[in-house]
């Protein structure tokens, strides 16, 4: 049996058509789409049509991650409008703007978690980040002991993404897969990836692959769409963290978002003087 997992495409259509001709080359039984699917990049729409055009697959699933989650806070009158709460999530408002009415309605459908029966009677479980919830996620750093407090235990095959760093480790009668991130992995190699799993007497086996995609035109998106200027200062780190491989927001709003919030510093100016300093680790 053959199991592909594909995480993280965060807009990144480019990496996706990519990814989804060498997983349809490798004739996998069945495919999981872990979440994150939209979002912290310029074509998320074409992403999201994509996949469901897949998902009418029987062998296709997918299940939500925290940045479905992010932009479907915008489909409630209470989400912010305007000052500089607004401009800290102006991407995702973008990226919102972007969708359908019947888009956001088929994000909201997507499951938090898949639960598959496998051959063997063994059993699949796929989560966006672990057990303990939608951000709480499993990393190459993170020690077996706290692995196995963050997968269902039970289960023979535990699939996850989020943290865009891959992994295959066997915990228990465990295989945990993180499958990596496809639009923007943040292990310092830019090339797009995900996690080829198999299963042979009665012992699964992950690999992750990566792959080569056409990087200058996913960088071409981020002006041809308008995500860059429309999405605000911040979509230049979207940019910054696709180029380098590396996560820049997250370092970003450590650094800075009280001190925008408390008005001492503007975004523009922030960001500014972060990309003289970016995050390579
Ligand atoms: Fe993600």
């Known amino acids: 049996m053959k199991i592909a997992a594909l995480a ?19 004739k996998p039984d069945l495919v999981y789409v872990l979440g994150d699917i939209i979002n912290r990049g310029p074509r998320s729409r074409d992403c999201l049509h994509l ?8 062998s296709w699933q997918a299940i939500t991650g925290n940045h479905e989650q992010y932009v479907l806070r915008f489909n409630s009158p209470d989400a912010p409008k ?20 019947g888009d956001v309605q088929s994000v909201t459908e997507l499951p938090l978690e898949i639960e598959t029966q496998l051959p063997w009677n063994h059993i699949l479980k796929a989560v966006h980040a672990s ?19 963050l997968i269902q235990p039970d289960v023979n095959l535990f699939l996850i993404g989020h943290t865009h ?9 465990t295989t945990v897969v993180n499958a ?21 007497n009665n012992q699964w086996t992950g690999k992750i692959i990566r792959i080569e995609y056409d990087l200058e035109a996913a960088h071409q998106d ?3 769409t308008q995500f860059i200027p429309e999405g605000g200062p911040l979509a230049e780190l979207v940019l910054t963290e696709m180029k380098l491989g590396w996560p820049q927001l997250s370092h970003w709003f450590r650094l800075y978002e009280q001190a925008v919030l ?6 523009e100016d922030a960001v500014e003087l972060y990309l003289k300093n970016p995050n390579l680790e």
Do not use: C
């Open 8 to 26: 993280d495409i965060h807009g990144n259509y480019q990496a996706l058509i990519t990814i989804i001709d060498h997983v349809e080359r490798w």
């Open 51 to 58: 996949i469901q055009q897949k998902l009418e697959s029987d």
């Open 82 to 101: 305007a000052g500089n709460q607004f401009e800290l999530l102006r991407i995702i408002h973008w990226t919102y703007q972007t969708l359908s009415p």
């Open 131 to 149: 057990m303990s919830g939608i951000r709480v996620g499993i990393y190459p750093h993170s020690s077996q002991k706290e692995i196995l407090g």
């Open 165 to 173: 760093q891959p992994l295959v480790k066997t915990i228990g009668k």
């Open 180 to 200: 990596g991130s496809i639009g923007l992995p943040f292990d310092g190699d830019t090339r797009a990836g995900y996690a080829q799993i198999t299963q042979e």
């Open 222 to 224: 981020f002006f041809s």
């Open 262 to 267: 408390d008005h001492k510093i503007s975004i």
